[in-house]
DNA sequence: GGTGAACATTGACATTGGTCAAGCTTTCTG
DNA sequence: CAGAAAGCTTGACCAATGTCAATGTTCACC
């Protein structure tokens, strides 16, 4: 377990009795689609890594609505909100496909950054990232229409494909891309067979054949402040 | 000049002959409503904090579509992504009414983090309470209707008050709130009618008054996460 | 104190996306 | 393999918000 800590982005700088340390607080579980693996209402003091599979992140009004706000998969990493203590989170998470995750306790992300103020500032950056993507977002939910938003969405898995045929999987159910992208499954369904007609696409159950690339990008991110291939920019 | 830094909250744990030697690379300078600050096209390589006035922050598009994502006034600090280095910054600030702003190096920002790990402490904190303000703006922007949006925005300034009663003055013109909200202008003037039919308040100008708070609570929160008076949790 | 510019509101209408209900398809499970 | 459950799609309809254009209001400046 100690070499895929270490694999960690956020871990590789480290050094290996640092990570060893680390390793001996650790636990790896894999999760089924489905389980919550911390809500609102449940004080936490972990943080999660994920290894493989996905979660998603949610906020659930009293009325029963919930806005995802991100979807994480291998790399990423979540619950380092505050750091340290045992505040319920004010978020919620759950596995929407069969995950496997290194969950380990917040303190010593916190002791290892007031440590070590490289380490902390790897964490300052990935937050600031994940701000950005959040501000991103606000946008995207501001300025573009639903069947754009779901191109913005394919096109971030065509970033190294450069020859145009491209087939992209969707990774897990049209039901939580819907949400992460801020609509209706209903208007989801729809807007994808409208994403079809405008840019030639075709769509077999999750898996999607993209025949011109540069369709899809003229039609998506005229409505963007970026423009493909829009990755994170180096921090 | 140092006396303002130093009352900065990001600086106040910082010691005396430190803040002195920003003081020396700061520039304070009072800017008028319009004034862009930067933009994404410029490259910039300082931080901004907030004296007095209100500075928004935005995204724009091709198109010219723009998406705010915070409006900032007195004691925020803005433009601290990537923390040094002079890439352009992926978003915009504009002054939206009349403001005094000091502006910093961001490397002196840094260079002190990676020599204090409690301001470097201080700093993530900074930014993780600011990711969770994006998440739950996108929260907001998928669960709550135009008038709840706006209720919660006016909720923002009863904060302290406790008797009914209560009079707020939208602090920069509705057009930026409606962005703010994100929403048109002409929509924010309807829904904002909405709300006074729905609570009961008044509506004066730029003037509210707010004659039973529980009632505006009651209308606003029951789509939210959390509920009034729902500051940031502490971190 | 008058005038213009910026800001705000209103009406008419178009468009988008949400809701509810039904039916279909795929996947899982015994 | 059968049956059930979960996921997805479609239709009909409705509510919310955006757009465009006209008009009203406020405020700063001469």
Redesign the pocket.
Known sequence: MQSQLHAQPIFRALKDDVVAGFAEYAAQKREK??TILFSPETPNEKIYFVLSGWVKLFRETMSG?EAVTDVMTSGNFFGEIGLSGHDPMPYGAEVVEDADIISLPRFLLAEEIMRNSLFGMAVLQNMTRQRMQRDMEIEHRTV????Q?IGCFLLKFCRDAKTSPVRVH?PF????VAHRL????????????KLREETGLR?Q??TVEIDNLQRLVDYTCSACSSSFPCEDKKL
Do not use: N
């Open positions: 689609k489905g609505d573009q229409s639903a069947p938003r969707l159910d049209k039901t939580v801020g609509m209706q499954p209903e208007t989801f369904s729809r807007a994808l067979a769509v159950g999750a």
